[in-house]
Structures are given as structure tokens and as C-alpha cells.
């Protein structure tokens, strides 16, 4: 009962966020509606003055404000719940989930500009919209289309790089081996080197992000149809918007797996700052490292088990279960298959988030996909199962803070029913997508002027001082 009430609360919680949010950024529709100016850049820098004023007074009215007390369990806890880092692009909230500049998902699938033949939001909208914080107009995400399109030529030596390597490196290996050659064509690095005022910086940084987020597409498909299609690559298509190019590079033409890929590269573009991949951007970042070094940085991270690479491991999960118990299996089989996981010093992948305390946003709107466009798949089935089954085990099991469905439960599922099996690829689908939001906080980091991150560190010896020091007074 504690599952289905949950989920019903959801579901009521949803509606109401998104009727005051209509209201909330009725405003916002109206800004939009009246701008004319196609062009990204110059849209910023009429934004970028008016937030670095906003940033000073904040600071000078409001520096020694207290935003809550560390704790040891915090210090030693992974920072968690601890906050310390400003990122504009998106807020997580615990039970919402994400809003990207004010807007949940459900809100963004329906303002956002689509595909003429398609109903999810373009990717170049939502880009449009983390730079700006305004809903872009069909015309304005047309041109950023454009812009990105014309960016997207990757060099020579950048796939040189990566046939140096074997082709059973894995996907994620040589994706941020890709990123790293194309650092060579730096234009943060080179305007430094000429002396650039720091006023200036956010200029050519602007240009290195445009140009990452053009050309990540072309170097993931390259890097999977090297791995999986014995070499054989696509050329980009200019007159595709960004998902759909993306999809065609990797050999998928369906309408329906460019409608995937648009829905998959908005929903992963970014979860606030705090999450190992955006941090570590913008830990990067903050040394004035360009983004090429600061997204390749963030690949590293979104490679590991416990953040990006858990999407892979969810279908291989998923089809541990399927090849022990069959398709067909019973809720009561699948509880006795989710015990058997748990009690063998496992975690259910997919399941569980380090902020997150419901049911992640982003696993709706793929089921709702699936719903629509694949209900009848044997997996997908099996997915909407371990829904019922899973969290009422978990809850049972007394030692997890969220026990609802995250991003990465769902995935890997609709990716398969689409022909693209190759799970260990799907941590680089993840990558090319969280480059929107990652460069798009590197931008406004260097707009800000935000300082160097060094943090306090401590021992054991010391926090054992402190707190002896603490119960004694």
C-alpha cells in the first residue's frame, strides 16, 4: 500500500506543480513570445550584466548568511546535503525532481519548440533555454540548429586518436580520448595565452562549449560504429536538428528512435551541480581549465558504476532476470529474484537516488514513451513490474532512503527495443547529452566570474578533536 499511495501522490503532486508553474512562468512565455533576435550569443550578452549586478548584491548584502550547519555525518558522507555550489542551469528537488530554469519536465515537453513531425522537445530548445532562461521561440531553436550543425566538422587526428586505441576499449574510453583531441582547437586556451581581460572570458568559452556540443555527436557515433559496426561511420546530415542527426550517425533512421533520442539527450542534460559529472565540470572549470579539459574531466566521472555506468548495468540486470526466470515471470517469482539480488550483497540497479525521495520525473515521461510507442514489450513489461515489485521490498528492507525508480531503470529498455543492444555504449549516449548542461554552467561560471573551488579538508584526528572539544563544552 505504502508503493501505490506514493505513486498517487505523485501523480497528484505533478498536477498541481505543473498548474503553478503555468502561472509561475506565464511571464516567461511572454518574453518569449515577443523576442525576435535569433541569435544565442547576443541574447547573453544582454543577460550577463544584469546577473553579474544580481551576483554582487547577493554578495555584499548577503555574504554571511548561514545556509545550514555541517555535520561529521556530512563530512564523511559524501557531502550529501551539504550546500556549496551555485549552478544556475537546474534545481533538484528531493520529491519534485528536476527543474531546468523553473520548469519540470512535463512543463518543457509541452513549451519547448518539437520537430515538425514529432512531440519531444528539441534538445537545441532546451540548450536555448539552460543559457537563457527563456523558452526559445521555433525560429530561435531553428538557427541554434543551424549554428550547431555548421560547428560539427571534427578533425582528422581527433579519430586518429581514437584508432590508436583498441577497438575493445570501452565506449567511454575513447569517447573522452575524442573530447581530449579536440581540445587542440581550444579557443578559451588560445585567448588566454594572448592575455584576454577576465571581463572577456565567458566570450571564447561560449565558443569552445558550441563547438563541444556540435561535435560530441559526431565523435560518440564514431566511437560506437567503430566498436559495433566494424567501422563503417555516417556522415552527419545537416538538415536533421540535433537528436535526429545524433540518431542517423548511429545508423538509426526511425522517426520513432529520433524521437527517442531527442526525449533521451533533453531529460540527461542536467541534475544541478552536484552530481559526480557536474561537479566535477565545474571543479574544473574553476581552475580556468578550458571545457574541453573540463567535459573530458566530467567523462571520467560519469564512467563510474555509481553515476552514468548505471544505466548499463540495469539491462544487464534486466536480463539476468529474463534469462534465469523467463519473460513471462510472475510478480511473486520477481520479489524472490529481487531478495535473491539484495541478499547476495547486490543493489538493484535503477533503483534509488542520492538526492531524490519519490519517483524520478524522468523515469515517467519513459514510461510514458514506452507506453505510447512500445507497450507491448516483453522488457518493458518486466520494467513496469519491478515498479510494483521492487520499492515495497526495498522499504522493507529498512536501509534505503529512496526506494522509487531513477533515470537509468528505464533507459536501457527503450534503447534495446530500438535495435541499439549495446549496453556498454549507453554510459556515452549519457555523456554526449549531459554536455548541454555542463557547458552551458561553464559559460555563466566564467560570465559570473565564480572563484576557484577549495574546500576545507580534515582528518580523522582532527574531526575526533573537534567533536571530544564539542561534547566537553
Not at 551555485?86 to 512543463?107: A, K, N, V, Y
Not at 531553428?142 to 581527433?158: F, G, M, Q
Not at 542527426?245 to 544541478?272: A, P
Amino acid at each position: 500500500m505504502v508503493f501505490f499511495r506514493s505513486v498517487s501522490a505523485f501523480t497528484r503532486l505533478r498536477s498541481r506543480v505543473g498548474q503553478q508553474s503555468s502561472l509561475s512562468n506565464s511571464v516567461r512565455w511572454i518574453q518569449m513570445q515577443s523576442s525576435t533576435d535569433l541569435d544565442l550569443k547576443s541574447q547573453l550578452q544582454e543577460l550577463i550584466p544584469e546577473q553579474q549586478d544580481r551576483l554582487k548584491k547577493l554578495k555584499s548584502e548577503h555574504g554571511k548568511v548561514q545556509l545550514g550547519n555541517i555535520t561529521v555525518d556530512m563530512v564523511i558522507g559524501g557531502m550529501r546535503g551539504m550546500t556549496g555550489l551555485l549552478w544556475e542551469t537546474s534545481l533538484l528537488d528531493p520529491e519534485e525532481g528536476i527543474r531546468f530554469r523553473g520548469l519540470s519536465i512535463p512543463e518543457c515537453q509541452k513549451v519547448l519548440p518539437t520537430a515538425q513531425s514529432g512531440a519531444e522537445p528539441l534538445p537545441e530548445g532546451l540548450l536555448w533555454l539552460l543559457l537563457t532562461g527563456k523558452v526559445p521561440s521555433k525560429e530561435q531553436v531553428e538557427a541554434l540548429s543551424k549554428d550547431l550543425a555548421n560547428r560539427a566538422a571534427v578533425p582528422d587526428y581527433v579519430y586518429n586518436a581514437i584508432d590508436a586505441l583498441p577497438s575493445t576499449a570501452h565506449p567511454m574510453t575513447q569517447f573522452a580520448s575524442g573530447v581530449m583531441a579536440l581540445q587542440v582547437q581550444s579557443e578559451f586556451q588560445k585567448a588566454y595565452e594572448n592575455g584576454i581581460h577576465k571581463s572577456k572570458f565567458w566570450e571564447p568559452t561560449y565558443e569552445d562549449c558550441l563547438n563541444l556540443i556540435a561535435r560530441v555527436p559526431v565523435v560518440a557515433a564514431y566511437v560506437y560504429r567503430r566498436m559495433y559496426k566494424n567501422g563503417d561511420s555516417i556522415p552527419s546530415d545537416k538538415s536533421l536538428d540535433y537528436g535526429a542527426n545524433f540518431s542517423h550517425m548511429l545508423g538509426f533512421d526511425d522517426e520513432k528512435v529520433k524521437e527517442l533520442m531527442r526525449l533521451y539527450i533533453t531529460i540527461h542534460s542536467d541534475h544541478e551541480g552536484g552530481n559526480v559529472s557536474a561537479h566535477t565540470g565545474h571543479l574544473v572549470g574553476s581552475a580556468l581549465s578550458d571545457p574541453y579539459l573540463s567535459f573530458a574531466a566530467a567523462l571520467n566521472g560519469l564512467a563510474g558504476p555509481l553515476h552514468g555506468l548505471a544505466n548499463q548495468e540495469v539491462l544487464l540486470w534486466i536480463k539476468s532476470v529474463v534469462e534465469e526466470c523467463g519473460e513471462d515471470i510472475s510478480k511473486e517469482q520477481l520479489k524472490e529474484y529481487v531478495w535473491k539480488t539484495l541478499n547476495s550483497g547486490k543493489v538493484i540497479p535503477g533503483y534509488g537516488h542520492g538526492v531524490l525521495r519519490n519517483t524520478d520525473p524522468r523515469y515517467v515521461c519513459q514510461r510514458e514513451f514506452a507506453l505510447k510507442h512500445l507497450p507491448d514489450d516483453p522488457l518493458f513489461q518486466l520494467v513496469s513490474k519491478l515498479y510494483e515489485v521492487v520499492p515495497p521490498v526495498l522499504t522493507e528492507l529498512g536501509k534505503v532512503k529512496n526506494p522509487w525508480p531513477n533515470v537509468d531503470a528505464h533507459s536501457g529498455v527503450l534503447l534495446n527495443h530500438y535495435g541499439l543492444t549495446e549496453a556498454r555504449y549507453y554510459t556515452v549516449l549519457f555523456g554526449v547529452s549531459r554536455s548541454l548542461g555542463i557547458c552551458s554552467q561553464l559559460i555563466w561560471d566564467r560570465a559570473l566570474g565564480l572563484a576557484l573551488e577549495r574546500p576545507k579538508s580534515v582528518t580523522m584526528d582532527w574531526l575526533e578533536a573537534h567533536c571530544k572539544k564539542a561534547s566537553s563544552a
